[in-house]
């Protein structure tokens, strides 16, 4: 699987972006699909993730209530919406997959994806 992120770009505090992952090279299907971030200094976090067989969705505290995670079965892409964006949201951000069939203690665990995108930078800045 090969997955490529875009969307990312300089905006301002209490602004929007919408982060784009698309998929190829294997039709996707129980697979768990995930942002993660890394700010600079610091070790790369769970954002959000997507069960692409079945849509539940699983988001860190941190972003909770002001993003959304969505999947496109037709274009093969997960979407982040990211509203009410903060400087702490300033980072890359990295979409990533896994071959194993994920359970929910497992989602947030970086180790557990073997496919990552080549991530898009995030800032938050005035």
């Known amino acids: 699987v090969q997955l490529q992120a875009s969307g990312g770009g300089l905006v301002q505090p209490g602004g929007s972006l919408r982060l784009s992952c698309a998929a190829s090279g294997r039709t996707l299907s129980r697979e768990t699909v995930a942002w993660f971030r890394q700010a600079p200094g610091k070790e790369r976090e769970f954002v959000a993730g997507i069960r692409w067989s079945g849509g539940s969705k699983f988001y860190a505290d941190a972003v909770k209530g002001r993003s959304t995670i969505s999947r496109d079965f037709a274009e093969s892409t997960v979407d982040l919406q990211m509203n009410s964006l903060k400087s702490e949201d300033t980072a890359v951000y990295y979409c990533?997959?896994?071959?194993?069939?994920?359970?929910?203690?497992?989602?947030?665990?970086?180790?557990?994806?073997?496919?990552w995108g080549q991530g898009t930078l995030v800032t938050v800045s005035s």
């Open positions: 990533a997959t896994s071959d194993l069939s994920l359970i929910a203690s497992e989602i947030r665990k970086s180790a557990r994806y073997n496919y």
